[in-house]
């Protein structure tokens, strides 16, 4: 079974401030997701990253993926009140989990004003 | 990326009833998830529809309790059977898309029902 740690489980911070969510595993990925949910909705997918050592940039914030694809970053720099949500990251592994994500336990933020 | 939407978006049921949820995608998929989720925390997949196939279900996830439909490629149902306070969460359903970042499994959700069972 793959695992995926994803810490911290809760982050409060004031607005402007910057943050690093992180997830980790032992086990090697082909693809890492990253997903930011509100109240009421569903996962909204962000960004996947595929290659080891590759980094992506939304606006403020920057996705990494570990060289050895086991472990991922998300880094949200000057965080708004808007950032505030639970956000995901997810694993996609080969072979008996084709097709499958293996999620991590979610971190929920608030940017306080 | 695909368009998914979920009946009903909520629901009150009592014990010992049964709750048909659905799900319906505006494009053809071949692979759809159901998904619990406990609001605030993480996701549990209960297992996967392919069209033309019985459903796969995940350790813990059994077909008598959460019989799963998949008649055609845009639409499937999931039912709560039997129901107990402990089946109150959030059912999210989701469906993969492929090729758009080098040929990873993303997945797209549906806003989920939120279940509470009295």
């Known amino acids: 079974t793959q695992l995926l740690e994803q810490s911290p489980q809760f982050l409060s911070i004031q607005e402007g401030e910057n943050l690093t969510v992180y997830c980790n595993s032992s086990?090697?990925?082909?693809?890492l997701q990253w997903y930011r949910q509100e109240p009421g909705e569903g996962p909204v997918l962000l960004v996947t990253v595929v290659t080891g050592g590759e980094v992506k940039k939304l606006k403020r914030l920057t996705f990494q993926f570990g060289d050895a694809r086991k472990d991922s970053s998300l880094h949200i720099t000057a965080a708004q009140p808007g950032d505030t949500g639970l956000y995901l990251c997810?694993?996609?592994?080969?072979?008996?989990?084709?097709?499958?994500?293996?999620f991590g336990q979610g971190t929920i933020l608030t940017v306080h004003p | 990326s695909a368009v998914i939407s979920q009946k009903p978006s909520r629901d009150i049921c009592q014990r010992g009833t049964s709750l048909t949820i659905q799900c319906q995608v505006d494009s053809q998929v071949t692979m759809m998830f159901w998904y619990r989720q406990q609001p605030g925390q993480s996701l549990t997949l209960i297992a996967t529809a392919n069209q033309g196939s019985e459903a796969t279900y995940e350790s813990g996830f059994v077909i008598d309790k959460f019989p799963i439909s998949r008649p055609n490629l845009t639409f499937s149902t999931l039912t709560v059977s039997n129901m107990s306070p402990e089946d109150s969460s959030i059912y999210l359903c989701s469906v993969e898309s492929f090729g758009a970042s080098g040929g990873a499994n993303e997945q797209f959700f549906g806003p989920g029902t939120r279940l509470t069972v009295l």
């Open positions: 997810a694993g996609e592994g080969g072979g008996t989990s084709y097709g499958k994500l293996t």
């Open positions: 086990s090697v990925f082909s693809s």
